[in-house]
């Protein structure tokens, strides 16, 4: 599947066009991976849409991939063939800048995110450097695994950086693949820590109270106390304002979130110092994820059996799996099946 162009998911329901292209080759450093899973992520809508345009077209889309290995290239060596890997959002980064050098190759200005600069994996074959895939636990079926390396991955750095410890009360506002499996995730490490779900949908708060939420409400609605710190998924500004009024003193807010759409941008000017910003609140963004995060989130997952729930689609069927992610119609995570 493949974007020819930036356009408007609303205007254009079929953004994505169904083509035969030529299968890749392996570069040196490279392997070819033949891709039996790819999970559909809210940052194709980003890249559709343009709000991070992909450098080039046409290109294929996604970034949680897993396949077999079918080739590798000459001074490759890490994986062998027929081995299951899995491929992330970061699809390659400088190595030698101070941020790479830190640990920090998340935040390089030569970063490059798979299926926006470079093809993905919504197609039977892809090529990625060796050191850029990762062998996947065999807990998980190739379905289950591919929504663990974006949403997964992010929702582990998320966690993170929300700096949250036992007994404190942590906010999702949101509640897509990557809330689910952050509220997964906390209810195992932190069994302490209440989880106070806002989301808008009725089905999405059911959800959430099922998997241990210990309140779920409307993005609007006032939680029984206010929170240490809130995880932001959304594409929208209202959740943002919402959540910082909910914050405690010194709570952070931290928003996962690749771009924000324009939409409802004007929410921002109901900002009040006093009930949003003061009493020491802070606002941190999540940029990306470091081969760090996938890696060790991966090995948790694996140890706590974490499952996330999905719902597969067929190649030829990504526009209709984008349409019901732009719509919100979320219950887990929407994987394509190659
Ligand atoms: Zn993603
Ligand atoms: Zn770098």
């Not at 689910?180 to 109270?209: D, I, N, Q, T």
């Not at 948790?300 to 597969?312: D, F, G």
Request: overall charge negative; charged content about 25%.
């Amino acid at each position: 599947m493949v974007l020819d162009e930036i356009c408007s998911v609303e205007d254009n329901s079929q953004p994505l066009r169904f083509s035969e292209i030529e299968d890749p080759s392996p570069g040196e450093n490279e392997v070819l991976i033949r891709v039996s899973a790819c999970g559909v992520c809210h940052t194709e809508l980003d890249e559709i849409e343009g709000r991070t345009p992909p450098s080039f077209f046409p290109i294929v889309p996604g970034h949680q991939i897993i396949g077999r290995v079918a080739a590798v290239g000459k001074n490759a060596s890490r994986h062998r063939l027929g081995d299951r890997v899995g491929v992330a959002w970061i699809f390659s980064a400088c190595g030698k800048c101070k941020f790479c050098r830190a640990g920090n190759e998340n935040l390089c200005a030569d970063f490059r995110g798979t299926g926006r600069d470079a093809n993905g994996g919504y197609a039977e074959f892809m090529t990625v450097h060796e050191d850029f895939c990762y062998p996947i636990p065999e807990e998980f079926s190739d379905a289950e695994a591919a929504p663990l390396l974006c949403a997964g991955a992010i929702g582990y750095r998320s966690l993170r950086l929300s700096n949250i410890g036992d007994g404190q009360s942590l906010g999702l506002t949101g509640f897509g693949a990557s809330a689910h499996l952050v509220l997964k995730m906390v209810r195992h490490r932190y069994p302490c820590v209440a989880v106070f779900v806002f989301a808008r949908s009725e089905r999405e708060r059911k959800f959430a109270m099922e998997l241990g939420a210990a309140w779920a409400g409307d993005t609007t609605d006032t939680p029984p106390h206010q929170l240490d710190a809130i995880i932001d998924t959304t594409p929208a500004w209202k959740p943002v304002v919402e959540a910082l009024k909910n914050l405690e003193p010194g709570g952070r807010l931290v928003i996962n979130a690749i771009r924000k759409e324009e939409r409802d941008k004007d929410t921002l000017l109901s900002l009040s110092y006093p009930a949003h910003l003061w009493l020491e609140k802070e606002i941190k963004s999540v940029a990306n994820v470091t081969r760090q995060d996938v890696n060790e989130f991966l090995q948790l997952a694996a140890r706590m059996k974490i499952r996330p729930e999905v719902e597969e689609f067929a190649l030829k069927d990504a526009n209709q799996a984008l349409i019901e992610l732009k719509a919100a119609r979320i219950h887990g995570a929407k994987v394509l099946r190659i």
